[in-house]
């Protein structure tokens, strides 16, 4: 086998692995695979890190080693092996338990701020992040992309829904890079950032400044692009900064709450250059992830509980790992004030504190909980009377079709045949008064804990 015809049929190869796995899966896990050497039979094949080693081992081996033989038969085994780079380490789900332990370096990290000039949040590392199926191709993804920054994955498009740990990703990606690659230029800003500081340059007439800065940037971080929609001018000026960065092989990184061909009111130009390098999604985590990372979690904070509490929680939590987190501090809380635990008590302070248990609540129920702890008829909640008592309760109701029902200041707004501002002005003010008047919020926690019994 000369070197000519195997790097043609090599190239055979990966296309199809490619027909076989698909486009993204094939970016992500394929795309850096580089044949090493080829002795007594064994083809040894680097791959950049470990975790793609192990990956590569669990789920393709007998693909890639099939397909290899389709063209060069005298190939009986491969191997990987990792490249000599030096290698992140990584916390693969199953086992993030056991290697977890909280060093001095880590705890101090804790107390460290956002670095002024990356924006980054030390506390969002790679060797916190649990890796599980829901975010797997995500991670390998990121990973690609500190290591060969701007030639392998550019841009680089991550989606998914709230507390699916995007931001977390992102961070660690702008972390990890700054570490491997001295000297380099990292930014990390939420789109409403970037928006806000480009509307400010326009009004403070140093727009160049403005450019000047982002231009200079070689890891460029986005978080929540979705944002941009409908907002035009800030669209404009991100797709010219894009181009720039983009044409000089600067690595650009997005997240949005959705893939860009769902963000409504963009420009095409703009999707299209989002879409115009990897796209990946997280979904939210599986089971064993949310019991791994509430396992971290509460490493993190110094403390071990019985596994039984990591289960309930794992089990009625299954969307957010940031209620995760949540409910893992109250339960903490709790456990640390009481010194003791039962599944009652876990199970107890999830319904009244999860946002899940929120989504199940029919409104109807609210209002009528609402009519019933003030002694009213429920249509007296909609009626114009002033007096001080419909009043109260009134803004009770907007309070907590706020807070449970999520409900937007239109649509309660619609439901009380009032205007929304109104609504925004009597939720705000009832928020205020909780922060100063204990006994408002003993009343809000009673009618809570009603509104979220079963
Ligand atoms: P998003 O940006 O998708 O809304 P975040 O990145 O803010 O979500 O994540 C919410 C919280 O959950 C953060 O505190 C983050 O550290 C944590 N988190 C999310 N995913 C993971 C994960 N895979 N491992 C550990 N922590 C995670
Ligand atoms: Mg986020």
Known sequence: MNLYTFETTWEKILNKIKENVGESVFKVWFLSLQPKSFSQGVLKIEVPSKFVKDWLEKKFNQLILKTIKEYIPEIKEISFVVSTEPQLKINVQKTSLKRIVKTQ????????????????????????????????????????????????????????????????????TGNEALKRHKGIKVKYLTTEEFTNRFINSLKNHDVEKFKLEFREIDLLILDDVHFLSGKNTSQEELFHTFNYLYNSSKQIIFSSDRPP????????????????????????????????????????KGIILDDFVYEIIANEITKNIRELEGILSLVIFHYEREGKLTPEKVKELIKKFSKEAYYRVNPKKIIKIISDYYELKEEDLFKKARNKHLVKARQFLIYFLREISQYSYTTIGDLLKKDHTTIIYSYEKIVKEMRKNPLLNQEIEIIKSKILEN
């Not at 701020?113 to 992040?129: A, K, M, S």
């Not at 993804?141 to 060969?148: C, L, N, P, R």
């Not at 299209?272 to 064993?288: A, H």
């Open 261 to 300: 061909k769902s963000i409504p009111d963009i420009e095409e130009r703009l999707r299209s250059r989002f879409e115009g390098g990897l796209v990946i999604d997280i979904q939210p985590p599986d089971y064993e992830t949310r019991i791994a990372i509430l396992k971290l979690k509460s490493q993190e």
């Open 105 to 172: 370096e880590q705890k101090q990290l804790n107390i460290f701020e956002i670095n002024p000039q990356t924006n980054l949040n030390p506390r969002y590392r790679f060797d916190n992040f649990v890796v599980g199926k829901s975010n797997e191709l995500a991670f390998a993804a990121t990973e690609g992309v500190v290591k060969s920054l701007s030639k392998l994955h550019n841009p680089l498009f991550i989606y998914g829904p709230v507390g699916v740990g995007k931001t977390h990703l992102l961070q660690a």
